[in-house]
């Protein structure tokens, strides 16, 4: 007969005990943080420093280069996989994919990283968009302009924490498929630098802000990688990492 120790049993009604919150702060939350204080930073120095600079103006350029070379086939196809990262479909696709990862592996890990990858990109380009308020490129938008402005890219953060995210979730569980976990590698960084470059094209964006966009994403991702995903803060009563 397997018996249970009372340390067990209270970790086993309460899991969020096994919790270590002064990991969390350290892995997780400080580095968040600090990236916060960047993004805002960077958006206040394009803004209020830079405006008459050299960056800006080849940032403007770049942007009026862009829409001189538009197709009607371009459009169409920057049209789709701009959509690929709107906010209803990430929202949407983030919880079935959390979901689906809990009945798969049968335990939370990969969900809490996917979902505060997600949340956390959103909430910084949220805060940074509103303080920053960067206009938007002076080339004809091909898409309505939502009431956020131009500093950062929320597609293209919201894409990479989203499809690298999921991919760095598969990758961790095709030990023996090396070729399979380049694959869904290239694909979860390839489909985010589609979506940068279609933001950019349909005037949207500066290259700045995608630029900025997509090593936002990527940041979150590694950060909530470290601390809930390959190393969780977490332990167990024996004192052991808890998988």
């Given at each position: ?56 103006e ?81 080339v ?19 894409g ?24 869904l ?7 985010p630098l ?32 470290g ?17």
């Amino acid at each position: 007969m397997v018996t249970t120790s009372p340390a067990e049993t209270s970790q086993t009604k309460h899991p969020w005990q096994r919790v270590d919150f002064k990991e969390v702060g350290r892995r997780i939350l400080l580095p968040l943080f600090a990236l916060l204080v960047a993004t805002l930073g960077t958006g206040l120095l394009l803004v209020n420093v830079l405006g008459d600079t050299w960056l800006i103006e080849r940032d403007e350029a770049f942007s009026r280069e862009i829409a001189a070379e538009r197709s009607g086939f371009w459009n169409g196809i920057t049209d789709v996989v701009s959509s690929f990262s709107d906010t209803p479909v990430i929202v949407v696709a983030t919880a079935i994919f959390a979901i689906g990862f809990r009945i798969a592996y049968k335990r939370w890990r990969e969900s809490v990283f996917l979902i505060f990858a997600v949340w956390a990109q959103s909430l910084i380009f949220l805060a940074s968009t509103v303080v920053s308020q960067r206009p938007r490129p002076e080339v004809a938008h091909l898409d309505p302009a939502p009431p956020t402005s131009s500093w950062p890219s929320g597609h293209t953060s919201a894409g990479v924490a989203f499809y690298f995210g999921v991919a760095a979730v598969l990758t961790l569980h095709m030990h023996r498929h090396a070729i399979l976990r380049w694959v869904l590698l290239a694909i979860g960084l390839g489909v985010p630098l589609a979506i940068a470059g279609s933001r950019l094209y349909r005037g949207m964006h500066h290259l700045t802000d995608v630029s900025w966009g997509f090593m936002l994403g990527a940041a979150c991702v590694a950060i909530l990688a470290g601390g809930a995903l390959y190393r969780p803060a977490l332990k167990a009563a024996s004192g052991r990492v808890s998988t």
